[in-house]
């Protein structure tokens, strides 16, 4: 089983529509992380979770939220998605006292 | 605050010949440095990082990078690439060991036989 794992992988949605995107781990690691990947620009932070009562606004926050369900689990929603939040979307978690990120295979969301 | 800045967002190299990418950071702090390939449809999977100790690293799959102070780079290296190193990869920067990492903007490789 993958350390990290991300549903949907793919999906395609239409402006104004409520989605979330789902990651879990296995790892029992605390930091949890969402980021986005667009073509030229690298990943963006989207937001982040030390621990399950601890969350972090990333350099992209807006238009987005996260929840830290359990340890495991770290959703992120777009509340009323729009065109140019058409990206591919990492979750990841971070190696205790490594610094290391893990990463899901990411989720691809096309928003019409 | 950190950066990242990659030269070149696409490389092409021919199949044996060196593999070079380069990588310059900015850091208030003595920084963590990573490296991460990325192949089609997957996740980034780590290449190699250096935390601190030997400036030289090495990495898997033959890929080196060394780290200069001076000047403040991070330098990816193979001596020869094969045909399966064509992926992007991307240069990270983090000011700790439990940090947010900032990543660079990515740089295609391309291998030509």
């Known amino acids: 089983d993958a350390d990290v794992t991300q549903t949907p992988r793919n999906r395609i949605t239409k402006t104004g529509k409520r989605i979330m995107l789902e990651c879990s781990q296995t790892?029992?690691?605390?930091?949890m992380y969402w980021y986005r990947q667009d073509p030229g620009l690298g990943l963006r932070l989207i937001y982040y979770?030390?621990?399950?009562?601890?969350?972090n606004k990333g350099e992209i926050s807006d238009g987005y939220s996260v929840s830290r369900q359990a340890q495991a689990k770290f959703s992120l929603s777009l509340e009323s998605a729009i065109p140019n939040q058409t990206a591919l979307y990492f979750c990841?978690?971070?190696?205790?006292?490594?610094?290391?990120?893990?990463f899901g295979e990411g989720s691809r969301l096309t928003v019409l | 605050a950190q950066s990242v800045t990659q030269l070149g967002s696409h490389v092409s190299v021919s199949e044996g010949a060196l593999v070079l990418l380069r990588c310059n950071y900015s850091?208030?702090?003595?920084?963590?440095l990573f490296w991460y390939v990325q192949y089609p449809n997957q996740g980034l999977q780590l290449l190699l990082k250096?935390?601190?100790?030997?400036?030289l690293v090495k990495g898997i799959n033959g890929f080196e990078a060394e780290f200069k102070k001076s000047e403040t780079s991070f330098h990816l290296t193979k001596p020869s690439a094969h045909m399966s190193d064509a992926a992007e990869y991307f240069c990270?920067?983090?000011?700790?060991?439990?940090?947010?990492?900032?990543f660079g903007a990515g740089t295609q490789v391309v291998v030509t036989p």
């Open positions: 979770s030390f621990d399950v009562k601890d969350i």
């Open positions: 790892k029992g690691h605390d930091r």
């Open positions: 990841a978690i971070q190696g205790e006292n490594t610094g290391e990120l893990f």
């Open positions: 250096y935390t601190t100790g030997a400036t």
């Open positions: 850091s208030s702090v003595p920084p963590y």
């Open positions: 990270a920067v983090s000011e700790n060991s439990w940090g947010k990492l900032q």
